[in-house]
């Protein structure tokens, strides 16, 4: 296309185009901004979606491990608080701060 155009607006001076490349393409700022921030938001929710789907086999594993080993048993109200404290935890940006339960389980 860019081949053909050159073509015909040249050919009133008696030039003939054999060959035409674009060799460097600039965008304006603001538009090279946007499309880099597309482009970095793209990434991050792939990362995301990674992120997730390896944090969930995890907490599955986890959880299974658990009830095989029979380490602890826990109710659906402990479960479901220990599936979201490891969701937390492996899906967070920053370290976890650990916090030890010295009480009992048991009120």
């Known amino acids: 296309a ?3 155009e050159l073509e015909e607006r ?5 030039i003939e185009v054999l060959e035409a490349r674009i ?3 600039a965008y304006a700022n603001e ?6 921030k ?3 938001a793209t990434a991050i929710v792939a990362a995301r979606h990674k992120i997730v789907e390896g944090a969930v086999g995890m907490v599955e594993m986890a ?3 658990l009830s095989r080993k029979e380490i602890v048993n826990l109710d659906d109200e402990r479960r479901a608080a ?3 404290n490891l969701m937390v935890i492996l899906c967070g940006d ?3 701060s650990p916090v030890v339960n010295a009480g009992t389980l048991n009120h």
């Open 10 to 14: 040249l050919f009133i001076a008696g």
């Open 94 to 96: 920053k370290d976890a």
């Open 38 to 40: 597309r482009q970095q």
């Open 31 to 36: 538009i090279a901004s946007a499309m880099l």
């Open 63 to 65: 959880l299974n491990e």
């Open 82 to 84: 220990m599936v979201s």
């Open 2 to 4: 860019l081949e053909k």
């Open 23 to 25: 060799g460097y393409l």
